[in-house]
């Protein structure tokens, strides 16, 4: 066994705290590689808060990972000792499946394995996430880096940046198309970034005016401050799509009065509590609202070339692992632009 270090929740109550635990050893088809940076996702606080479904602890979170490999197995073939690899949301799959087949294993029809908080296919331990030196990931799970960008930079890619570019791809929104992106956050921001690469027009949606600013110099093209009546008046039926990024409680009715005529809000945040829609919602103009989680690998290699060709990376604000519980608690309110990464030299 591989021994480790992270910092862990021992339990919903507690905060996280140094744990030191085993990893696998590094099989024929498995990948190892220390961890250099790893993002905070607001997935990683409603995980160890068990604010969707019960966790298994203790539990070291953690899926924007990027690091360099120091292990290859005797039959990988596209890593080696020395390359720069990631790994996001998950580490494994039936890769058997129709979805699995189609490079769609986030969709696995058995269940994904999750990054942490999940089991090993054969059931014999916990998944353990990012928030620790090192990782084992088999072969197919890890993720290419290139050596030309801001890793650090690059690591909430491997979640904010598929989540986001997955949805957008997916419905083909570029050049001609409006675009609103909801919520100016670790999502939204990379949202803004995708909308205006792939050459949409793009709104921020915000309760907050002095964000107003940042959209702009993210290159949004418009803001519409959602507290304002009049402005949320004047945007009625203007957008073609809408990339909801919110994981708070918000009122989706009056977003989606602002789609035209068969647009479709995409949902990529996931709030403590169900949407409440009211059918009128959709049924004046035919719109849809749909949903997208992450991206398969495939697609999320695509998305890191993407990004390296053409120098997309996150907004971070780099901090020490023992300031984890504090930057909770600035997520929480709305303080940081746009994406906590945590220099993993600082465990």
């Known amino acids: 066994m591989i021994q480790a270090k992270s910092y862990a929740a021992q339990n919903p109550e507690t905060d996280l705290a140094p744990w030191d635990f085993e990893r696998r050893e590094v099989g024929p088809h498995d990948v190892q590689f220390d961890i250099l940076y790893c993002g905070v996702c607001h997935s990683d606080l409603h995980q160890i808060k068990n604010d969707w479904f019960p966790g298994i602890f203790p539990m070291v979170p953690g899926h924007e990972i990027v690091g360099r490999v120091i292990k290859v197995g005797d039959h990988v073939k596209n890593f080696k000792v020395g390359d720069l690899a990631g790994t996001g949301c998950m580490v494994d799959s039936c890769q058997v499946c129709v979805n699995c087949k189609e490079g769609l294993e986030q969709y696995c029809l058995e269940g994904n394995t999750q990054t942490y908080n999940g089991m090993e296919r054969d059931g014999s331990r916990p998944t353990y996430g990012g928030y620790s030196n090192t990782i084992v990931v088999r072969e197919e ?67 907050s005016p002095s964000k107003e600013e940042d959209a702009k110099k993210l290159g949004a093209h418009h803001f519409v401050v959602s507290k304002d009546e009049e402005q949320m008046k004047a945007a009625a039926g203007s957008f073609d799509f809408i990339l909801d990024t919110v994981s708070a409680e918000h009122d989706m009715n009056a977003y989606l009065a602002l789609l035209k005529t068969n647009g479709v809000m995409m949902c990529v945040g996931v709030p ?43 907004d971070i604000e780099m901090i020490d692992i023992k300031d984890i519980t504090a930057s909770y608690e600035r997520m929480l309110k709305g303080d940081v632009r746009y994406r906590f990464v945590i220099d993993m030299a600082t465990l």
């Not at 409440?276 to 849809?288: D, M, Q, T, W, Y």
Request: aromatic share 8%.
């Open 141 to 207: 799970f890890v993720l290419h880096i290139s050596e030309d960008v801001d890793l650090a930079a690059t690591a909430p890619l491997l979640c904010a940046g598929i989540t986001t570019y997955s949805p957008l791809r997916h419905w083909g929104v570029g050049k001609g198309h409006k675009l609103a992106v909801l919520g100016l956050g670790g999502l939204g921001h990379m949202g803004v970034k995708f909308g205006v690469a792939f050459g949409a027009e793009v709104t921020v949606l915000s309760t």
């Open 272 to 314: 403590s509590k169900p949407y409440a829609i009211h059918p009128f919602s959709l049924l004046g103009g035919r719109k849809s609202v749909a949903g997208s989680g992450i991206g398969g690998i495939k697609e999320t290699q695509e998305m890191l070339d993407f990004c390296a060709a053409n120098n997309i990376v996150s």
